[in-house]
């Protein structure tokens, strides 16, 4: 079935260092993938996405590389700053392109 | 986006009641999505609606049912609520084909 898996859970990095987090999914026909970033309290809000024709794409501090052969994405942020911390959510397309799948969320805290 | 729009933002009620939660939105879009977020499972697709003829199941739709009164309205309704109905819910629209969806601020539902 569509299975999103994300890790970590959670990632703790000082101030200034680069986070990585990685998901993997299992719907080899998705070929759209968004980050959604979630402030304490707040809306999930779209911070980037890829789309299968493409390997990276970047935005300022932010990136995502995508590897359809092994079903796996990963956001990069780096030079990470207080205002970072957030839960950070991975997804992919589904049902044809009609929903996304959500993975289960990586709590980030950028430490001063 | 101020334009996707929950009501109430917050809810107290107790097991049996019926409650219904409202989305309406400015952005245009056809698709619109109810989600429900629990730690440490992220987001999980409750209903969805292409246009007001259309409505379908997500991972998650037992308990629960939807109407769309206009391209702009979605509904959430919990005929008897349960606790364990507890979570944050939140509503979201999008274009489909593989474009990013677009949440609401949430409703905080807690059932005693």
């Known amino acids: 079935g569509e299975n999103v898996e994300q890790h970590p859970s959670t990632l703790s990095v000082q101030e200034g260092d680069s986070a990585v987090i990685k998901c993997t999914y299992s719907d080899s026909a998705s070929n759209y993938f968004p980050w959604y970033k979630q402030e304490l309290g707040k809306r999930p809000q779209l911070i980037i996405d890829?789309?299968?024709?493409?390997g990276e794409k970047k935005d300022q501090r932010i990136a995502v590389t995508l590897n359809k052969t092994a079903k796996h994405f990963s956001l990069h942020i780096t030079e990470t700053q207080p205002e970072d911390s957030a839960v950070y959510f991975c997804?992919?397309?589904?049902?044809?392109?009609?929903?996304?799948?959500f993975g289960t969320g990586t709590q980030l805290k950028v430490e001063l | 986006d101020a334009d996707v729009t929950q009501t109430p933002r917050n809810r107290i009620t107790k097991t049996g009641k019926r409650i219904m939660l409202e989305c309406s939105q400015t952005k245009g879009h056809d698709r619109m999505y109810w989600y429900r977020q629990d730690p440490g499972l992220g987001l999980r697709l409750i209903y969805y609606s292409f246009d007001v003829k259309d409505i379908n199941k997500g991972e998650i739709s037992d308990g629960y049912s939807v109407s769309r009164q206009a391209q702009a309205k979605f509904s959430l309704s919990l005929e008897s609520a349960i606790p364990n109905q507890t979570a944050l819910y939140f509503c979201?629209?999008?274009?489909?084909?593989?474009?990013?969806?677009?949440f609401g601020d949430g409703t905080r539902l807690s059932i005693l």
């Open positions: 979201a629209t999008g274009t489909g084909g593989n474009q990013p969806q677009h």
């Open positions: 997804a992919e397309s589904t049902g044809g392109g009609n929903k996304l799948t």
């Open positions: 890829i789309r299968s024709n493409v």
